[in-house]
């Protein structure tokens, strides 16, 4: 099953408007870390914002925020007033446990499929 | 502060090829990772690595090889290239002190097997 689920393949928004990326996920570990990850079309990998499970207010990161819905299990991003910069795949990752332990992953991020944001002038 | 090096950025290779992805970072990070990039399809792990000496598979190791031998370099190794392994390469490495330390990644290596 994926552990990272991100329904939308693509979004477009209106420059200088706030849009909203959905990023479910699943896991039974208490423990787990949601990071949100940007890559244009230059190619690179950009981390954007950090979400800890026992963090008790939504990460924000400048422009970006993390609307973090703990009992439905969804991370989703808000890009508030959007730039055309903002054109690029947007990646949820998370990573699960607290504890490093070799067998299993645990503590390994896994990634979703991405969303394709482009933002109109 | 160089971060993640990765080389080559691009190659094409002939089926049956091998081929050596390089992957150094000069952060003193414990764990790295490589991951290949499909169309649609996100991030899957091949391959991670929690210390010099230490290697584990990850989601798609299947025709993929690593070695750690010392905390800076974390190379990948292609045996016997095939179409199937047409893709993006990123490494990446991050240093876990607490869970959320991000990942730091190279610039990508987009490979062609024809």
């Known amino acids: 099953a994926q552990k990272i689920t991100q329904t939308q393949p693509g979004m477009f928004v209106q420059e200088k408007e706030a849009v909203t990326l959905d990023c479910t996920y699943d896991?039974?570990?208490?423990?787990?870390?949601l990071f949100w990850y940007k890559q244009p079309s230059s190619g690179e990998m950009i981390f954007l914002i950090y979400q800890g499970s026992y963090d008790q207010q939504n990460a924000t990161e400048g422009r970006y925020s993390l609307n973090f819905q703990k009992a439905r299990k969804s991370a989703n991003l808000v890009i508030s007033a959007s730039q055309l910069g903002d054109s690029a795949m947007y990646f949820c990752?998370?990573?699960?446990?607290?504890?490093?332990?070799?067998?299993?992953?645990?503590?390994?991020?896994?990634f979703g499929r991405g969303t394709s944001l482009i933002v109109h002038p | 502060n160089a971060g993640v090096t990765q080389t080559p950025k691009f190659r094409i290779l002939k089926i049956g090829q091998s081929m050596t992805l390089q992957c150094t970072q000069d952060m003193n990070h414990n764990y790295m990772y490589w991951y290949r990039q499909d169309p649609g399809m996100g991030l899957k792990l091949i391959y991670y690595?929690?210390?010099?000496?230490?290697?584990d598979k990850g989601e798609v190791p299947n025709g993929y090889n690593v070695s750690r031998s010392t905390t800076e370099d974390f190379p990948l190794r292609l045996e016997l290239a095939a179409p199937s392994q047409t893709s993006v390469y990123f490494c990446?490495?991050?240093?876990?002190?607490?869970?959320?330390?991000?990942?730091?990644f190279g610039s990508g290596t987009q490979l062609s097997v024809l």
């Open positions: 896991t039974s570990d208490p423990s787990y870390g």
């Open positions: 990446a490495s991050s240093y876990l002190r607490e869970a959320n330390e991000k990942l730091f």
């Open positions: 690595s929690v210390g010099a000496g230490i290697t």
């Open positions: 990752a998370m990573r699960e446990g607290r504890r490093f332990t070799r067998e299993g992953g645990s503590y390994i991020p896994t």
